[in-house]
């Protein structure tokens, strides 16, 4: 088979809702002292405005499939794309605190709903012998995202450009650029060819797979309607059943682990946590550049190895690494010596999470479910993952505060202990085996 532009362009285009994910969820860690200061913000208070957009991620992860289902999933992403750009001017523009804090929901909605429909996006346009590598792509956009909201922060913080008060208004209102950019290019590729058949417009769906590359488009497109018609059969199947009661562990743990582990707390207020460890403003920024890097390296090596080492591997290999990284963090604040070490700390932390938790997560959870209750069980491992986010995200300025620095570090490493004798002596190593393999194992 041969990957032809339209099919190269479409895959560009949903992964760049990744980039949008990734930069607008951790673009808020720049904003965070300078909007205490502007609006007299708690420590609680600031824990809500950096949350509520977590909140409105799990609203558009919750609704983003059903959303999908009926408009497709390139006009529901049209939507996300909107919610963002809205929700880019309208934080630029705030007049208060409670208008900040409704327009950071809207964004929310726009990441958890992207989240869903891109990688399904790409999924459902790509050829099989690809499939696993476009999408893929999205979850290296989501890094890249992470990466160039840390270096936009810096150079939007720099003493030259002289921003001053309204420094925090550039910082939330320039993901408004690319924003505009994924709208645009939204209206440059095709509906996927699953959604064309599922609304019977099989002529349509036939010249997009033609377009994408299919080596056989007359069978694919046969197959594409035996699979929707076995799934509109299946559809009631309830997932909260006996059988699937080891399924559902590893889905909710492992998405509550995902957060445990402190990854979004530590991504969301990296320049505050620096700025708290006697880094100046701006150096607070630049070390945050070097962790970005590190997770963008350590994303690549995860991805290379979760079929070399597998699954459970990795996890345990995480587990070990994240919890010294963490207890070392810990003991810096603890003790307040060796601060030149935060940074290569936290960077480790990051580089054993990429190659572990974050390679991990979504691939695990789509293998563990049965096809026919896969897409709920998808839902409740990416609901477990986003509440939690929400919660740690809102508590963790507050535990600093009230308590210490130190005390989350030393929660999260606790956590990661907790992981690896959960994974090593529960969690099944699904590499190499057949979904049919491990739906019979999983289910006996």
Request: net charge positive; hydrophobic share 55%; glycine share 10%.
């Amino acid at each position: 088979m041969t990957i032809t532009g339209k099919l190269m362009l479409s895959t560009a285009v949903g992964a760049l809702g990744g980039f949008l994910f990734g930069f607008d969820t951790v673009v808020i860690s720049g904003t965070t002292e300078q909007l205490s200061r502007v609006f007299s913000l708690t420590s609680t208070a600031l824990g809500l405005t950096v949350s509520i957009a977590l909140w409105g991620t799990v609203l558009g992860s919750l609704t983003a499939g059903w959303l999908g289902t009926k408009m497709g999933g390139r006009n529901a992403l049209r939507v996300m794309a909107a919610l963002y750009v809205l929700s880019a001017i309208g934080c630029a523009l705030a007049w208060s605190w409670p208008s900040l804090m409704v327009f950071r929901f809207i964004g929310g909605i726009g990441i958890g709903g992207s989240s869903v429909l891109g990688p399904v996006y790409i999924a459902e346009l790509a050829p099989a012998a690809w499939r696993g590598r476009l999408v893929g792509t999205f979850q290296v956009m989501v890094v890249v995202g992470i990466l160039i909201a840390y270096v936009s922060n810096w150079y939007l913080a720099r003493p030259a450009l002289g921003l001053g008060a309204i420094e925090w208004r550039w910082q939330l209102g320039v993901a408004g650029i690319p924003a505009v950019v994924f709208l645009i290019l939204l209206y440059t590729i095709p509906q996927s060819s699953r959604f064309l058949i599922s609304q019977n417009s099989l002529d349509d769906a036939l010249t997009v797979l033609r377009e994408m590359g299919a080596m056989d488009p007359q069978g694919e497109l046969e197959d594409i309607r035996s699979s929707i018609h076995m799934e509109s059969a299946e559809k009631n199947e309830p997932l909260f059943q006996r059988s699937l009661r080891l399924p559902i562990f590893l889905a909710i743990t492992i998405g509550l682990f995902n957060q445990l582990s402190g990854i979004n707390a530590i991504l969301y207020y990296a320049p505050s946590i620096f700025t708290a460890a006697g880094f100046s403003n701006m150096s607070g920024f630049s070390q945050s550049i070097w962790i970005g890097l590190a997770n963008l390296v350590a994303t690549f090596i995860g991805m290379s190895l979760i079929d070399r080492l597998g699954r459970k591997t990795l996890l345990l290999i995480g587990s070990v690494g994240t919890f010294v990284a963490l207890a070392g963090v810990g003991l810096v604040f603890q003790t307040q010596s060796h601060l030149d070490l935060l940074v290569w700390l936290l960077a480790l932390f990051i580089a054993f999470f990429a190659v572990s938790q974050g390679a991990v997560i979504w691939v695990y959870i789509s293998e563990v479910f049965p096809t026919r209750v896969r897409n709920k069980g998808q839902s409740l491992g990416a609901s477990s993952h986003w509440i939690a986010n929400g919660i740690i995200a809102a508590l963790f300025p507050i535990v600093a505060e009230k308590l210490s620095r130190a005390v989350p570090f030393y929660f999260f490493a606790a956590m990661m202990a907790v992981q690896f004798f959960v994974v090593m002596t529960i969690y099944p190593e699904t590499k190499g085996r057949t979904l049919e393999q491990l739906q019979a194992q999983l289910e006996r």
